[in-house]
């Protein structure tokens, strides 16, 4: 079944069935297997209606309707707007683009220029986003509606724009206070790009993200504000949230949003509006990750919220080379599990156990950029072992999760990660600096530099490799 393409157009997607109803008329063969599988048989008549049902189904919708409300729904909340951002040439718009994290061109140099710049005169979105309790009081006390009014550079509404500022002025925790009790929505949000995953309240206060938590720091009172959203009534299952912080290690997060509902419920409001994960759902994608990056304590903070992991968990942490958390999910309950042939080599080699050295070439060609995740995990005896295996140091791989995709080389995951000792061992082992990754087309310095590892940067540097 093919999935919905992010950011959907239904312009398109009538195209789609427009062109489906065609063919069928034509008697395509391809046209009438596709109609056999979603519909069922093609009568005399096969009026555009029934091309429209079909289409909707091969995208796991039950009609052509709930399809058009699921782009709809999409059309309404996404950021930017199709229909593009005004100019904002005002001082309070120029303010607000300065002051908020948008997950786009996040620079903590932005912030430093919005708190050396805020305006003589707000509107309600840039006192928001300074946290102006006292003005924000005198504006919703002349038109209580301006609490839920979209506006400002980014068409969000006030409280948006509070709980993305990184600015660190003010009261925000007073000023969200007045735009809720004025009748703010706590449940506000926006969907990136037009991706189905909110970007909500919750989503800014928690904060950081793939780009770190330099460039996409938590709210200044991070705790403070998303606990004041959760009492006003954010869905604490917030699935973006939850992604952004896992990056990391600090749970304080995840505690707060047990104690008000994360992992069950019916998913809140964007779940009614979108096809969205479950609560359970999500504490599953968060428990895998944990087991798969060795984030030890999350892991038994996971399973001692009742996230279910009898399926696949043990094995999973095994070919991670995370032995501890392996025991720690066996003695909670899970099963051992037979590893194959290719799973016990990987699983050895991650964890400097003996390997059967028959099963190299299978173990070649199952993962052949097993080095780039050795080095993601710090695995230095894991590299130095591969190589001498026969792995080759400038295969591409990915860093971040255990899958074959060629993405980039061991030495752009040292670099981008600042692993200094890694690099060095790479070099050492042949690793070619020279090599562009599949997916930003940039060498290991690019990432270095990108990334802001200045060690990494002089290392990598052509000049400095061959004194």
Same mark, same amino acid.
């Given at each position: 079944?093919?999935?919905?393409?992010?950011?959907?157009?239904?312009?398109?997607?009538?195209?789609?069935?427009?062109?489906?109803?065609?063919?069928?008329?034509?008697?395509?063969?391809?046209?009438?297997?596709?109609?056999?599988?979603? #519909?069922? &048989?093609?009568?005399?008549?096969?009026?555009?209606?029934?091309?429209?049902?079909?289409? $909707?189904?091969?995208?796991?919708?039950?009609?052509?309707?709930?399809?058009?409300?699921?782009?709809? *729904?999409?059309?309404? #909340?996404?950021?930017?707007?199709?229909?593009?951002?005004?100019?904002?040439?005002?001082?309070?718009?120029?303010?607000?683009?300065?002051?908020?994290?948008?997950?786009?061109?996040?620079?903590?140099?932005?912030?430093?220029?919005?708190?050396?710049?805020?305006?003589?005169?707000?509107?309600?979105?840039?006192?928001?986003?300074?946290?102006?309790?006292?003005? *924000?009081?005198?504006?919703?006390?002349?038109?209580?509606?301006?609490?839920?009014?979209?506006?400002?550079?980014?068409?969000?509404?006030?409280?948006?724009?509070?709980? #993305?500022?990184? *600015?660190?002025?003010?009261?925000?925790?007073?000023?969200?206070?007045?735009?809720?009790?004025? /009748?703010?929505?706590?449940?506000?949000?926006?969907?990136? /790009?037009?991706?189905?995953?909110?970007?909500?309240?919750?989503?800014?206060?928690?904060?950081?993200?793939?780009?770190? @938590?330099?460039?996409?720091?938590?709210?200044?009172?991070?705790?403070?504000?998303?606990?004041?959203?959760?009492?006003?009534?954010?869905?604490?299952?917030?699935?973006?949230?939850?992604?952004?912080?896992?990056?990391?290690?600090?749970?304080?997060?995840?505690?707060?949003?047990?104690?008000?509902?994360?992992?069950?419920?019916?998913?809140?409001?964007?779940?009614?509006?979108?096809?969205?994960?479950?609560? &359970?759902?999500?504490?599953?994608?968060?428990?895998?990750?944990? =087991? &798969?990056?060795?984030?030890?304590?999350?892991?038994?903070?996971?399973?001692?919220?009742?996230?279910?992991?009898?399926?696949?968990?043990?094995? +999973?942490?095994?070919?991670?080379?995370?032995?501890?958390?392996?025991?720690? +999910?066996?003695?909670?309950?899970?099963?051992?599990?037979?590893?194959?042939?290719?799973?016990?080599?990987?699983?050895?080699?991650?964890?400097?156990?003996?390997?059967?050295?028959?099963? =190299?070439?299978?173990?070649?060609?199952?993962?052949?950029?097993?080095?780039?995740?050795?080095?993601?995990?710090?695995?230095?005896?894991?590299?130095?072992?591969?190589?001498?295996?026969?792995?080759? =140091?400038?295969?591409?791989?990915?860093?971040?999760? @255990?899958?074959?995709?060629?993405?980039?080389?061991?030495?752009?995951?040292?670099?981008?990660?600042?692993? +200094?000792?890694?690099?060095?061992?790479?070099?050492?082992?042949?690793?070619?600096?020279?090599?562009?990754?599949?997916?930003?087309? $940039?060498? @290991?310095?690019?990432?270095?530099?990108?990334?802001?590892?200045?060690?990494?940067?002089?290392?990598?540097?052509?000049?400095?490799?061959? &004194?």
């Amino acid at each position: 079944m093919p999935s919905l393409p992010d950011d959907p157009s239904f312009e398109h997607l009538r195209h789609q069935a427009r062109a489906l109803h065609r063919a069928v008329r034509a008697g395509d063969a391809d046209a009438l297997a596709r109609v056999q599988r979603s #519909y069922g &048989t093609v009568g005399p008549r096969f009026p555009l209606a029934y091309a429209q049902l079909v289409v $909707a189904r091969e995208y796991g919708f039950a009609s052509w309707a709930r399809l058009k409300q699921h782009v709809d *729904v999409i059309d309404r #909340y996404r950021w930017p707007r199709r229909s593009g951002l005004p100019a904002g040439g005002s001082a309070t718009d120029e303010f607000c683009r300065l002051a908020c994290l948008n997950y786009t061109s996040d620079d903590p140099a932005h912030w430093a220029q919005a708190r050396a710049s805020v305006p003589a005169e707000l509107d309600i979105w840039a006192a928001a986003a300074a946290g102006d309790a006292s003005r *924000v009081a005198a504006l919703l006390a002349s038109d209580p509606s301006l609490a839920r009014r979209e506006g400002g550079p980014h068409l969000w509404e006030p409280l948006c724009y509070l709980a #993305y500022s990184r *600015v660190g002025l003010g009261d925000p925790l007073r000023t969200a206070r007045l735009l809720l009790e004025a /009748g703010a929505d706590p449940n506000t949000g926006y969907l990136w /790009g037009g991706l189905t995953t909110p970007f909500t309240l919750l989503t800014g206060a928690f904060g950081e993200g793939e780009q770190g @938590p330099v460039r996409q720091p938590r709210h200044p009172q991070s705790l403070e504000l998303a606990e004041l959203l959760l009492r006003a009534g954010a869905d604490a299952n917030d699935g973006q949230a939850l992604y952004n912080r896992m990056f990391g290690t600090d749970d304080s997060h995840l505690r707060l949003l047990f104690r008000y509902g994360l992992g069950r419920g019916s998913g809140g409001p964007w779940r009614a509006r979108l096809s969205l994960p479950s609560p &359970t759902e999500l504490l599953r994608s968060q428990l895998r990750w944990a =087991v &798969t990056h060795d984030q030890r304590a999350r892991v038994e903070l996971l399973v001692s919220a009742g996230v279910d992991f009898s399926d696949g968990f043990v094995e +999973l942490a095994l070919l991670n080379g995370n032995t501890e958390i392996a025991s720690f +999910l066996e003695s909670s309950g899970a099963a051992a599990p037979v590893l194959d042939p290719v799973s016990s080599f990987v699983a050895a080699v991650l964890t400097g156990d003996e390997v059967d050295a028959a099963v =190299v070439p299978e173990a070649l060609a199952a993962r052949p950029g097993l080095v780039v995740w050795a080095a993601a995990n710090n695995r230095f005896d894991a590299v130095r072992r591969l190589v001498s295996l026969g792995f080759s =140091v400038n295969a591409l791989g990915r860093g971040d999760m @255990p899958v074959e995709q060629p993405w980039q080389t061991a030495l752009h995951q040292a670099a981008g990660d600042g692993n +200094l000792p890694m690099a060095r061992l790479l070099l050492s082992l042949g690793a070619d600096p020279s090599i562009r990754d599949a997916r930003f087309d $940039a060498t @290991p310095l690019d990432w270095a530099e990108h990334e802001g590892h200045p060690e990494l940067v002089d290392l990598l540097t052509p000049d400095s490799q061959s &004194t």
